[in-house]
């Protein structure tokens, strides 16, 4: 929703975009449909590609294995202080 980001981008100094990198389990809450789960992929992609463009310097992608991920907010938060 754009609106929400918009929101977000007024009131916050950062917003980290974690695109998603894992198949997502069959835990019975998440559809798995993989036609379904790619479109969705795509259309968060999508969306949030507009925004890092916009505001580098408020919205950062955030990937890899979890210890690298935490580690990249880390960093990210430390630069903004």
Do not use: A
Not at 31 to 39: A, L
Not at 51 to 65: A, L, S
Request: no cysteine; aromatic share 16%.
């Amino acid at each position: 929703n754009r609106w929400l980001v918009d929101q977000m981008i007024q009131r916050y100094d950062l917003i980290f975009y974690i695109p998603v990198e894992f198949e997502p389990p069959d835990d019975g809450v998440r559809n798995i449909n993989s036609v379904y789960y790619e479109m969705m992929k795509n259309k968060f992609e999508d969306f949030y590609q507009i925004y890092e463009k916009k505001y580098p310097d408020i919205i950062t992608r955030i990937h890899g294995p979890v210890m690298e991920r935490v580690f990249q907010i880390e960093k990210k938060i430390v630069e903004k202080l």
